[in-house]
């Protein structure tokens, strides 16, 4: 059994910054990607970062590249959001997969219980 807590959403203005902080436990052994996912109200989950070791430099999606910085320390995943956006409003969820591929990931992963972000105009 795996176990993920996510910390550290909350409300912020935008242009500001948020970092997200998940810790893992349980059997982590056969998984090789940690990552992000959000779900906005009304929209499906997507992928925002994913991420393979502490020495990969991670993946992600189009509209959060350059703002957003996923990094990783053995069984902990962090998010670094900057320059936030009233459209990066979300649960954001950690999980983790056997393959940082995003439909992977969506369709298999573990996750935890999320924690929201809200970005105010």
């Known amino acids: 059994e795996v176990q993920l807590v996510e910390n550290g959403g909350g409300s912020v203005q935008a242009g500001g910054s948020l970092r997200l902080s998940c810790a893992g436990s349980g059997y982590l052994y056969k998984y090789n990607c940690m990552g992000w996912f959000r779900q906005g109200p009304g929209k499906e989950r997507e992928g925002v970062a994913v991420i393979y070791s502490e020495r990969s430099s991670g993946y992600y999606v189009d509209s959060v590249k350059g703002r957003f910085s996923i990094s990783r320390d053995k069984d902990t995943v962090n998010l670094q959001m900057n320059s936030l956006k009233p459209e990066d409003t979300a649960m954001y969820y950690c999980?983790?997969?056997?393959?940082?591929?995003?439909?992977?990931?969506?369709?298999?992963?573990?996750w935890g219980q999320g924690t929201q972000v809200t970005v105010f105009s």
């Open positions: 999980g983790i997969s056997d393959a940082c591929s995003w439909e992977t990931f969506r369709t298999t992963a573990d």
